[in-house]
C-alpha cells in the first residue's frame, strides 16, 4: 500500500458545496494505470484528477484526468481545480502563467485576482451539427425542432456537441431522455433576460451526459468551446458570466474573456478536504 496527499475542492463557486467537487491525488507518479481509473470509479465524481511530475520543459506539472469509467485529454473544472491545489502547495511557476500538461496537450493557466483562468484549449472539431443529429437532439431534450434557435460542435476533447434555446426558462424546464440522447456529451444555453433573470450573469448553461445519464453541475470544457464559438458568431459580447447547475441546487459561475486571441474561461475554487489517502 501507497500513502499519498489528498485534497476535494469545490470548483466554479465562491460559496462551498455550490459547485462542481473535484478530487486531487498529489505526486501520483507511483501509481499505476489502473489504479488511478479504480480510484476514480470509487470517488465517483465526475472527475478525478492525478498531479504528476512534467515530462517536459515547458510544464510546470502533469495532469492526468480520470472520470468514473475512463480518462479525459482535457476538462475545464479539473484544470482550475488542480491548479489550485498545486499552487496551495507552494509551488511557483516558471513562466508568466502556470502551464499544465495533459493529455491534450500544454494549457495556460492564469491567476486572476481570486480566480483562476485557462486559456480556452482549440477545438478539436467545430462546424454545423448534422440534421440527424439536430433530430437526436430534439427527441433527447423532449422539445420541439425549432426551440433550438442555434447549434454548433464545439468538440474540445470531450466530444461537445451544442445548441441553443431561446430564453433561460426553456433551458431550466429541461427534463433529458438520456436513452434517446445516445451517446451524445450536450451542452445548452440559452441567454438571460435582465428583466425577468437579473443581471448577475448573461446566460444559463447545462451540460448533459448521456454515456453516463447526469447532468454536470459547473463543466469548464463545456464553458471553453461554447465561448469560442458564441463570441466567434457574435451571439455573445468578448467578456461574459455564465451561470450553470441551477436545477441541481449549485451556484456555479464560470467568467469569460476574450483577450487578443485567447478566451479566457476562469473561476474561482475553494478547499474543502484535505488528508492522507492509502491504496
Excluded at 496527499?5 to 491525488?25: C, E, Y
Excluded at 512534467?54 to 468514473?68: C, G, K, N, S, V
Excluded at 448553461?205 to 469560442?228: H, I, K, M, W
Aim: proline share 5%; hydrophobic share 40%; aromatic share 8%.
Amino acid at each position: 500500500m501507497s500513502t499519498f496527499s489528498f485534497q476535494q475542492v469545490d470548483v466554479f463557486t465562491g460559496k462551498r458545496l455550490k459547485g462542481n467537487p473535484l478530487a486531487v491525488v498529489i505526486g501520483a507518479d507511483g501509481l499505476s494505470d489502473d489504479a488511478m481509473a479504480a480510484l476514480a470509479n470509487w470517488t465517483n465524481l465526475s472527475e478525478t484528477t492525478f498531479l504528476l511530475k512534467p515530462t517536459t520543459a515547458e510544464a510546470d506539472y502533469r495532469l492526468r484526468i480520470f472520470t468514473p469509467s475512463g480518462e479525459l485529454p482535457f476538462a475545464g473544472h479539473p484544470t482550475l481545480g488542480s491548479c489550485h491545489v498545486w499552487l496551495s502547495l507552494g509551488s511557483t511557476a516558471k513562466q508568466a502563467h502556470v502551464v499544465q500538461e495533459c493529455g491534450a496537450g500544454l494549457v495556460r493557466i492564469k491567476l486572476d485576482g481570486s480566480r483562476l483562468a485557462f486559456a480556452a484549449p482549440p477545438l478539436r472539431r467545430t462546424g454545423d451539427v448534422e440534421s440527424d443529429i439536430l433530430d437526436q437532439i430534439a427527441r433527447g431534450l423532449q422539445i420541439r425542432w425549432d426551440a433550438i434557435t442555434a447549434s454548433q460542435w464545439i468538440d474540445n476533447g470531450p466530444g461537445w456537441v451544442a445548441v441553443m434555446l431561446a430564453s433561460r426558462a426553456e433551458i431550466l424546464a429541461l427534463r433529458p431522455d438520456y436513452p434517446a440522447l445516445g451517446t451524445l456529451k450536450l451542452g445548452v444555453v440559452a441567454p438571460w433576460d435582465p428583466s425577468r433573470d437579473g443581471k448577475d450573469a448573461s446566460f444559463e448553461v447545462r451540460a448533459f451526459v448521456s454515456d453516463r445519464s447526469t447532468e454536470d453541475p459547473v463543466t469548464g470544457s463545456l464553458n471553453a468551446g461554447l465561448a469560442q464559438w458564441l463570441i466567434a458568431a457574435g451571439l455573445a459580447p468578448d467578456a461574459y458570466t455564465a451561470s450553470q447547475g441551477t436545477v441541481l441546487g449549485r451556484e456555479g459561475r464560470i467568467y469569460v474573456e476574450r483577450d487578443a486571441d485567447d478566451i479566457w474561461i476562469g473561476g474561482e475554487t475553494l478547499t474543502c478536504i484535505e488528508g492522507k489517502l492509502t491504496i
